[in-house]
């Protein structure tokens, strides 16, 4: 039972990081209809930034500003030079264009941090575990990342069903097309969705890196889980996010712990571990497969 | 003016064509991996590499050379075109990879063009065993090596019931595999993670469950930073001690992580402290030209430019039209080399040393590594007796 929760921890955690990446992906791919592949970057340029200020300053604070207002404002350049050309081209441009981002992106770190991962240590007061069953300890720092994703969530939440700007945010997803012939400035909201996208990534990215290693390329991997969680969760709809962020990051964390001791039992293990760890590695894939099939839209769509 | 600038430009050009002529430089075709998340390792055996050259002002063992430097970016087919490039212009030395599985892609290229392949860092069994071939030589280690060693170390240590944990790819079965192979102790579980993972959280809460002495792990790169980091913050670092081999927490990673490398166990062939002329040379050396200290990396790469330099001393340059001596001088391994001892085995792989090595901090309280003492001497990879030359 104490495993049992240990391993729901480790998949709220997950989960929480999986949203914060995916709930700016799902807006920017359900409203502005972009496909955009640098959002991986945010989430790199984010913990490294915020590597480089606790390097300098030793406060975690100044790290999370840092991580947040650099990823913010690389993405507003990102969005200023790039994203905002690609509107009316279709998807492929998009993929290529932004890809190409990702490669200048991850250059541009080297270039100004240099190739060696930098060290984030955990802020001393996140340090250590708490002991939160008797018999049940875990990491101060997992259990303050699956707070913040709690906080973004409930944050978002109410941004997005009682503000005039998340007003326009949910028209947006419904129908473009309508919120621009009404008037609104289209350009302005697409901006701020965008850079609303980059700080979570940057965000995510600072809570990531006391725990993660902080390296260029440490974006584009969880790009791709991303995504698969914005296709299950119904693509433009936040709550989306945050459904498909649970059942992946619930699955990743049951599934690790326990396919492999279930085909241990089945049969002997120089056949079950290398199954069962690339049953594992293909169980998101899996899942939105089963979705895709009897949910088209997702779990969660915005209403067309 | 009497001279006309056509004049000075057909002098100019003669002259030019004249120094060309004189010393044709050896062209050795680097590849190795600069960019990716991988690239600093790249950079350590090209900047290792580089030193000794520098060192001899341009020359390897008293013979011009030209390094031709170009990244794989760790994708095989692209490595096997530079290759395909490069021996298409007649270059006929090649060395510098360090994945195993661009290795494979290249070495059989250059050795059906007649060329040499001399490892810096990558050696599989490959070319190890029945595979062995004249042309192929391995300056570093044999890739099960760096494993089996491990197996030895957690005997000597007196840990009795292991988890092991490595990812789900080629060189992490192997990796498992040679530590099994000297491991005298009870194996209570292998956990096959997933190439490049980044949470560990599910496989640490195994590991408490199974309540092992120590853990055996093989991550390099970014994997290994995250499970050291994700291990400390666990509570198990304190517990449960890990050993891996130095792959695994190179200095890089040790810088990206901390603390959390306090108190690891590695095996390694060879270490910044050794305590021989030439390794101290060397460290003085490379820390003067680039500002830090070598890694691993640097100190197998700078070998094999030493071990090449030894070589093109006894042909004079000529690689390809003496071929069959150059490939003589090399077997010989007559050069210094910072591990103290070398040699080559039948399979022109290494017979050397192996050590273990422990991270403590040192005077100044910075995290280093510490050598333990030898677990192997003279020790020979497996499958040198399978290869027939």
């Given amino acids: 039972m104490l495993k049992f929760i240990e391993q729901a921890l480790n998949g709220l955690q997950y989960s929480a990081l999986l949203f914060l990446l995916s709930a700016g992906l799902t807006l920017v791919f359900g409203i502005m209809n972009v496909i955009n592949l640098t959002h991986g970057s945010f989430y790199m340029v984010g913990a490294f930034c915020a590597a480089a200020a606790a390097a300098a300053t030793g406060s975690f604070l100044a790290a999370i500003v840092a991580a947040v207002a650099g990823a913010g404002v690389y993405g507003l350049l990102v969005e200023l030079l790039v994203i905002r050309h690609l509107y009316r081209r279709d998807h492929l441009d998009q993929v290529l264009a932004t890809l190409g981002m990702v490669l200048f992106t991850n250059e541009l770190v080297t270039v100004l941090f240099g190739r060696s991962p930098p060290f984030m240590d955990i802020p001393p007061a996140l340090a250590g575990s708490v002991e939160l069953l008797p018999g049940l300890a875990y990491p101060v720092m997992r259990l303050a990342f699956i707070g913040a994703g709690v906080v973004v969530a409930v944050g978002l939440w109410l941004l997005i069903s009682r503000t005039r700007v998340g007003m326009l945010v949910r028209a947006g997803a419904d129908d473009g097309e309508m919120v621009d012939a009404l008037g609104v400035d289209v350009r302005r909201l697409f901006m701020l969705v965008f850079v609303m996208g980059a700080l979570l990534c940057g965000f995510a990215g600072v809570m990531s890196a006391p725990l993660l290693a902080v390296q260029i390329g440490m974006g584009e991997r969880i790009l791709i889980t991303a995504f698969v969680v914005i296709v299950i969760g119904g693509v433009g709809s936040v709550r989306g996010a945050l459904i498909g962020s649970l059942v992946i990051g619930m699955s990743d964390a049951f599934g690790r712990a326990y396919i492999p001791l279930l085909l241990g039992r089945l049969m002997p293990s120089q056949l079950s571990d290398p199954l069962s760890s690339s049953l594992i590695s293909a169980s998101a894939y899996i899942l939105m497969a089963l979705v895709l099939l009897f949910r088209p839209l997702g779990l969660a769509p915005a209403r067309h | ?389």
């Fill in chain 2, 1 to 389: 003016m009497k001279f006309s600038v056509r004049t000075i430009l057909a002098v100019a050009a003669a002259t030019a064509a004249l120094t060309v002529q004189a010393q044709t430089p050896v062209r050795i075709g680097f590849l190795t991996t600069l960019s990716t998340p991988a690239g600093y390792i790249g950079e350590d055996e090209r900047d290792g590499f580089m030193l000794a050259v520098k060192e001899e002002g341009d020359k390897l063992g008293g013979v011009t050379v030209r390094v031709m430097i170009e990244d794989d970016a760790l994708k095989p087919a692209n490595a096997k075109q530079i290759a395909d490039r490069m021996l298409q212009d007649g270059v006929r030395l090649f060395t510098g990879i360090n994945f195993s599985n661009v290795l494979v892609a290249v070495a059989p290229t250059v050795l059906e063009a007649g060329g040499t392949y001399v490892s810096v860092n990558a050696a599989p069994s490959t070319f190890a065993g029945k595979g062995c071939n004249a042309g192929y030589f391995a300056a570093s280690y044999q890739n099960d090596s760096y494993s089996d060693s491990s197996g030895m170390a957690a005997n000597k240590l007196g840990y009795k019931r292991m988890v092991l944990l490595a990812p789900n790819y080629q060189a992490g079965r192997d990796a498992l595999n040679g530590f099994k192979s000297t491991y005298k102790g009870e194996v209570l579980g292998e956990i096959y993670t997933k190439l490049d993972q980044s949470d560990f959280s599910v496989e640490l809460a195994r590991i408490r469950e199974l309540k092992p002495d120590a853990i055996f792990q093989f991550h390099p790169g970014g994997a290994g930073i995250n499970l050291a980091k994700q291990y400390a913050n666990s509570g198990l670092a304190q517990s449960v001690p890990m050993i891996t081999p130095i792959y695994s927490m190179d200095r890089r990673m040790l810088a990206a992580t901390g603390n959390a490398g306090n108190g690891f166990y590695l095996t390694a062939s060879w270490s910044a402290d050794l305590d021989n002329a030439e390794n101290k040379r060397f460290v003085e050396s490379f820390v003067k030209a680039y500002g830090r200290l070598p890694t691993d990396y640097a100190a197998t790469s700078y070998d094999t430019a030493r071990l090449i330099g030894s070589a093109l001393r006894a042909v004079g340059g000529d690689v390809t039209g003496k071929r069959d001596a150059f490939r003589a001088a090399l077997r010989k391994a007559d050069f210094k080399s910072v591990k103290g001892k070398f040699r080559f085995a039948q399979n022109q792989h290494p017979v050397q040393d192996w050590y273990l090595l422990r991270i403590e901090p040192d005077a100044s309280g910075k995290l280093g590594y510490k050598t333990v003492e030898r677990i192997a001497a003279d020790h020979v990879d497996p499958h040198a007796p399978e290869c027939k030359m």
